[in-house]
């Protein structure tokens, strides 16, 4: 059984930072891509981050790059997500997920955490 487990959500003004964890626990040798995903109200759920769990490769969406760093460490089992810059159009529930087939497709993932709020103000 696997479970992943985020943290770091909160509220921030617009230019802030906020620093996202996700814990992984059980079967993790089975991760070959661990991903952020996040969802507006509204709007559908959407790639913003992803990192190969052994290798350490990163993947952004245009809408994050050069404002976003994924990273992991294996030894704590957790991947994080630095976001910086952050911009109004940044509020959504962002979910942290596990695959072993694809970085950028959802409907890859096998395994997802409950998600943290990220809300950023104008």
């Known amino acids: 059984q696997v479970q992943l487990v985020e943290s770091g959500g909160g509220l921030v003004q617009a230019g802030g930072s906020l620093r996202l964890s996700c814990a992984a626990s059980?079967?993790?040798?089975?991760?070959?891509?661990v991903g952020w995903f996040r969802q507006a109200p509204g709007k559908e759920r959407e790639f913003a981050a992803g990192i190969t769990w052994w290798g350490g490769s990163t993947y952004y969406a245009d809408s994050v790059k050069g404002r976003f760093a994924i990273s992991r460490d294996n030894a704590k089992n957790t991947v994080y997500l630095q976001m910086n810059s952050l911009k109004p159009e940044d509020t959504a529930t962002y979910y942290c997920a596990a695959s072993s087939r694809s970085v950028t497709d959802a409907r890859q993932y096998a395994y997802w955490g409950q998600g943290t709020q990220v809300t950023v103000s104008s």
């Open positions: 059980g079967r993790t040798s089975s991760f070959v891509y």
